[in-house]
Nanobody
Framework: VQLQASGGGLVQVGGSLRLSCAASGRTFSSYNMGWFRQAPGKEREFVAAHKFGGGRTYYAYYGDSVKGRFTISRAIAENSVYLQMNALKPEDTAIYYC??????????????????WGRGTQVTVSS
């Protein structure tokens, strides 16, 4: 099982980026997927989660610092999860990681909820 995050880069304040997380090795359509980020000297922080609600229903949850600016989505056919980031701020600068939770459909805000992690992609927002 592998998760490959991509799409990071350097962007100016107020700009946008779209991160992608491609999963391989198994289908993740029935599991919770999440994005976390880690800035230098800080702990890894919950950004967003795409929670499986049964059938083709999913629910999106966000950390307080990104609510209203970031959008998480999923492409089932592509076995991928995306993070659309708008109105970026310097404090959004971090390495962004995607993760998959195969053990529980109820938990998704903590690192310990996730079983598989991608390597991360760097996002830098310049002021």
């Amino acid at each position: 099982v592998q998760l490959q995050a991509s799409g990071g880069g350097l962007v100016q304040v107020g700009g946008s980026l779209r991160l992608s997380c491609a999963a391989s090795g198994r289908t993740f359509s029935s599991y919770n997927m999440g994005w976390f980020r880690q800035a230098p000297g800080k702990e890894r922080e919950f950004v967003a989660a795409h929670k499986f609600g049964g059938g083709r229903t999913y629910y999106a949850y966000y950390g307080d610092s990104v609510k209203g600016r970031f959008t998480i989505s999923r492409a089932i056919a592509e076995n991928s999860v995306y993070l659309q980031m708008n109105a970026l701020k310097p404090e959004d600068t971090a390495i962004y990681y995607c993760a998959a939770n195969l053990r529980s459909l109820e938990t998704f805000r903590n690192q310990s909820d996730y079983d598989y992690w991608g390597r991360g992609t760097q996002v830098t927002v310049s002021s």
